[in-house]
């Protein structure tokens, strides 16, 4: 499979605290984007990183990638209990319209 | 106008029904999207159009059609389906990445909520 896998699969803190969620994946990839999934509904585009950056910033949002690992991270700081919902990573394979995403981060910040 | 918008919200439907979902999008994207979801699990990629033409079929099975009668539309037609075809069932545009190895971002519907009883 293509899919990547992110870890943790859930992730409880309290509002204020940061979140850490962690995505990997099998091939070689051009870019990587983190989308956010409110419960049920569609996903919303958060951040793009390709693969000659190492770390990209967007408000209270940091993504790092590290290509030798296949592994990339999203820190969300200062968390509000807006941001509960679930986080996937998603490649695209090969030169095609085809994105694979990661098996996503449920995300519960409590106020 | 960055919405891409999908009817019905909700359906339920026997076995032996015929329904269509339908999605839409006025951004000029020529790349659209099909993705099943169950809970608590990632979307699947099920078929890709580019430019009104299919271009990636995941091995859906049958009883999923697809058509594209035009650049803003896409449908779903759903026929026989079975009680494990219960699902979210989201559409998405982008700009066409064929042969492009910039990547863009899909935009999502809010989404179908399917229950085949």
């Known amino acids: 499979s293509q899919q990547g896998e992110e870890d943790p699969q859930a992730l409880s803190i309290q509002e204020g605290e940061n979140a850490t969620m962690n995505c990997s994946y099998k091939t070689s990839i051009n870019n990587l984007q983190w989308y956010r999934q409110n419960s049920g509904r569609g996903l919303v585009h958060l951040i793009l990183i390709r693969s000659n950056e190492r770390e990209k910033h967007s408000g209270r949002l940091r993504v790092t990638l590290d290509t030798s690992k296949k592994s990339s991270s999203l820190l969300i700081t200062a968390s509000r209990a807006a941001d509960t919902a679930s986080y996937f990573c998603?490649?695209?394979?090969?030169?095609?319209?085809?994105?694979?995403f990661g098996s996503g981060t449920k995300l519960n910040v409590k106020p | 106008d960055t919405e891409v918008t999908q009817t019905p919200k909700h359906l339920v439907m026997g076995m032996t029904n015929k329904k269509s979902l339908k999605c839409e999008q006025h951004?000029?994207?020529?790349?659209m999207y099909w993705y099943k979801q169950k809970a608590k699990k990632p979307p699947e990629l099920m078929f890709v159009?580019?430019?009104?033409?299919?271009?990636i079929n995941e091995s859906v099975p049958s009883r999923f059609s697809p058509e594209c009668p035009n650049s803003s539309l896409l449908n779903l037609h759903l026929h026989a389906l079975q009680p494990e075809d219960s699902a979210l069932y989201l559409c998405?545009?982008?700009?066409?990445?064929?042969?492009?190895?910039?990547?863009?971002?899909?935009?999502f519907g809010p989404g179908t909520r399917l229950t085949v009883t």
């Open positions: 951004m000029g994207h020529r790349a």
């Open positions: 998603a490649t695209r394979w090969g030169n095609f319209n085809k994105f694979y």
């Open positions: 159009y580019s430019y009104e033409k299919l271009s």
């Open positions: 998405a545009s982008s700009q066409d990445m064929r042969n492009n190895l910039r990547s863009r971002e899909q935009y």
